[in-house]
């Protein structure tokens, strides 16, 4: 195991922090091999509130990573982070002004201002609400689907495609499952959007054998190492055959996972489009 001493992203925010954690993970997603630390100061009010932030992290691998809307505490926070020498990225800041010098139009200035509800607004909850719907191949959904997510228990189908309604994409998720016959319409829908997933079998049997336990039931052959191969090996002669890209989940979070199946059906329905053109 490594000793390297993690680098911390404090996350800092005068709401709740949630733009600039989205940002950190995407951060994190181009440093694999490096440990993190992500420590969150919500509701930062007051100049106090932020010195007692950089403090925190004065002499420390750290960066701070803020979304601040009032200009006051803008200005403090990078006088608080340069007198520190701590290394700081102003998320908001250089986009309010830029936006207001070329729009001639003044920011808000409201922390924790929500967009209008509007079309996009309302097309994420229907998403969301069809991946809830269509989860775990229940009442099909297929043509329908923007995405079809095909794999084995336990590859993170139901919150990959929860995510992916709050992206905005409508996703359904088709479960492998021995004995049970796939549903034939899966092999008839346009196949530049299924998605296969897998893991690496050692790690899908300790989730499986956690989950099981959490449940407070017995070892079941669903956690057997045995099982899991077969299953895996039986969910990847289907990947072939519906001639389907395959994301391997077991080092990567939702969130990347996410990110990942949108640029492969973007790519193949682009490369569809081309071929037919």
Known sequence: MSDQVPVELHILSDSTGETAARLVLALEAQFP????????????????DLALAVARARGRPAVMVYTLVEPGLREEMRRLCRRSRVHYCDLLGHPID????????????????????????FKRIEAIEFAVR?????????????IVL????????????????????????????????LPQHLFEIDRAKIVGLTIDAERLAEIRE???????????????????FEELEAASRIHRRLRCPVIDVSELS?????????????ERHRRRDTAKA
């Not at 139009?105 to 509007?118: K, Y």
């Not at 956690?210 to 899991?228: F, I, K, N, Q, T």
């Open 210 to 228: 956690e989950r099981v336990r959490s449940m407070g039931g017995p070892r079941r052959r669903y956690a057997d190492l045995e099982v899991v």
């Open 33 to 48: 091999d490096l440990p993190f630390e992500e420590v969150r100061h919500p509701r930062v009010e007051s100049i106090e």
């Open 150 to 181: 095909v794999g084995v228990s336990r590859t993170s189908k139901t919150p990959l495609s929860i995510y992916l309604g709050y992206l905005g994409h409508k996703a359904a998720n088709v479960p492998v499952v021995r004995g049970v016959e």
């Open 254 to 266: 939702v969130e990347e996972t996410a990110m990942r199946i949108i640029r492969l059906v973007v």
């Open 98 to 121: 830029s936006i207001s010098r070329v729009a001639g139009v003044a920011a808000r200035m409201e922390p924790g201002a929500r967009a209008p509800l509007d079309q996009t607004y």
């Open 134 to 146: 269509y989860d775990d191949g229940i009442g099909g959904g297929l043509d329908e689907a923007d």
